[in-house]
């Protein structure tokens, strides 16, 4: 599956209650399961007015699809192309986090 990074325009999401929140959840995993697999949500993000959402999904269409099931606007779909992180500055070394703790406190890797 390809990874996705999807912007929805929401105006007030950020404010919205928790409870709200649930209930969007709970429609966004009803939409997930009449897909059957083909797409899977990890978390979402929110700001003031949008979410920014990461998916697993086969395709671009099949995140419309959810999209339209669930009720949700997508205002943008953007392919994860890789993630950078702090453990990103040792992988180019292939280095591990500890090897490198260990050789800037002195010791021997």
Known sequence: ???YLIERHIPGVGGLSAAHHKDIAATSNLALAALGGRAQW???Y????HTFCVYFAE???VLREHSRL???PITRVNPILTV???LSAYRPL?????S???TRRGGHV
């Open 1 to 3: 599956m390809n990874r």
């Open 42 to 44: 990890r978390r979402s």
């Open 46 to 49: 929110l700001a003031a007015d």
């Open 59 to 61: 395709n671009e269409e």
């Open 70 to 72: 669930a009720g949700f």
């Open 84 to 86: 950078l992180d702090p």
């Open 94 to 98: 292939g280095l591990s986090p500890a």
């Open 100 to 102: 490198v703790a260990g």
